[in-house]
């Protein structure tokens, strides 16, 4: 007979199989916990910021005899600005601007030359933590080559005419040291990370500067692109391009010379031609004024038109020998600095069938 105390169990064989059970059970119960913190994440992880993107990329034409422009005498300079607008649904509307700085010259060893300074410059809602940048430059219809490379500082440098300044980059680390050489037809880009997008504020700000060097031989009818893409957790990635025709014209015409100076109660500039080279008629030449982005402030307008006696206070053509119908030394061309400022571009030109012959273009300042 077994006696047992009270309140104890009787051993019997059943009792480790019972024990024996908990591992397994603890194993399940720890997987069932893996499981639903796996599916638990992925449905509650964000989906996209939607966008609505109006793209504000530019197309634009520069046209020159670039044999006439030498880098230590008067390149041509432009600038070409663009912005693409980003809009949440009852949100923030976003920016991303591409400024294009251009300088063209040419070099009698190696033909036209191009100093292209592409600034890429954002303001993006704090929702949206921007993640990368990308500048991709493309060009077509060369043979020569191009090369560049992000600043890692701020720029200021003084062309014949035009002051190229800007800062050094600002909430940006770039991933690339370089853009990779393109020869002929082809493209390459480079990249950049974000920093500080957490940055409590109305907008996210960040600025990238780079610079990329072309040499193009001479006669080259020319395409050459840059746009800057920025991505994220948005959709679609926002974008913005320049895209820039370049056309050489030969040179046809004799050339033209002219001096511009600012009166001296400071109203008005004086642009005297010095050397007309011969039979230009001021019915079929024309004078343009340009801002450095290229919009026109005065269109193309023949000279004759601008006919004044006196001077009317705006613009006025006055030729050295009255009533003479040919363009020749001694012709005053008066603008008002009160409507045209010094950073305007000035050009005389004529307008054969085959397209503008620039003879003479100048900044007012």
Request: proline residues 7%; charged residues 10%.
């Amino acid at each position: 007979m077994e006696i047992t105390q009270p309140g104890t169990t009787t051993s019997s064989a059943s009792t480790p199989s019972r024990r024996r059970r908990w591992p397994f059970i603890v194993l399940a119960v720890a997987v069932v916990l893996v499981v639903a913190s796996v599916s638990v994440y992925v449905l509650t992880r964000p989906p996209p910021i939607p966008l609505t993107v109006s793209d504000g990329s530019i197309g634009k034409i520069l046209e020159a005899t670039f044999a006439d422009y030498s880098n230590t005498g008067h390149p041509i300079f432009r600038i070409y600005t663009a912005t693409t607008y980003a809009n949440e649904s009852g949100g923030a509307t976003s920016t991303l601007t591409l400024r294009l700085f251009l300088g063209a010259f040419y070099d009698p060893h190696q033909g036209a030359m191009l100093d292209l300074f592409p600034v890429v410059s954002g303001k993006f809602a704090p929702d949206l933590s921007p993640t990368g940048l990308t500048l991709t430059f493309n060009q077509t219809g060369r043979q020569a080559f191009a090369f560049g490379y992000p600043y890692a500082t701020a720029f200021n440098n003084s062309l014949a005419g035009a002051l190229i300044a800007f800062p050094g980059p600002t909430n940006v680390t770039s991933t690339s040291k370089f853009l990779s050489q393109v020869v002929g037809n082809g493209s390459a880009s480079m990249s950049a990370t974000f920093q500080n997008t957490s940055k409590t504020g109305p907008y996210f700000e960040f600025l990238y500067p780079s610079y990329i060097d072309e040499q193009d031989p001479l006669g080259d009818n020319a395409f050459l692109g840059i746009r800057a893409t920025v991505t994220g957790p948005f959709t679609p990635a926002v974008s913005v391009g320049i895209l820039v025709h370049l056309v050489n014209i030969p040179v046809t015409f004799s050339d033209l010379f002219a001096t511009i100076e600012r009166s001296a109660d400071g109203t008005r500039w004086n642009l005297n031609v010095t050397s007309a080279g011969y039979g230009y008629s001021n019915t079929t030449t024309y004078l343009r004024v340009l801002t450095l982005d290229g919009a026109a402030v005065v269109p193309a307008t023949a000279l004759g038109a601008l006919y004044r006696s006196p001077y009317n206070g705006s613009i006025a053509y006055t030729p050295a020998t009255p009533g003479s119908s040919v363009l020749s030394r001694g012709d005053l061309l008066t603008l008002s600095a009160a409507l045209y400022s010094e950073n305007d571009l000035v050009q005389i030109l004529t307008k054969p069938v085959t397209g503008d012959v620039i003879l003479y273009e100048a900044t007012l300042g």
